[in-house]
């Protein structure tokens, strides 16, 4: 069952994690990132999926790194990932390297979500 992901497909142009295009900065050494968590937030409902993995996944990574490094909770708005990703329930959702182009592109844009 597809849940959102789409496997990109990658080219030589693309940063791939641990390629050492970008310098290397260890956070959390343990691995155990649970203190760092963003607030829990579905991505489907028994009724709907947003078939937005990628998109929730990005800023829940996007979340976490800002705890952990500057102590700032956020909490931006998935949707707005999504949309401006292009991510399209009926298209069976997207791919991680265009979710985080999109980011990096409008990254300033991204909402971020009142609690």
Known sequence: MNYGFKAPKLDKEQYILGQGKVALSILQKNGDWTKCLPVIEK???????????TGFGATNQIEMYMFKKFGVKVNYSDRWVGIIAG???KQGGNDPHTVYEAIRKYGR???TQRN
């Open 87 to 89: 991510t399209d329930p």
């Open 43 to 53: 991505q489907h409902t028994p009724n709907f999926d947003t078939y937005n993995c």
């Open 109 to 111: 844009k991204i909402k």
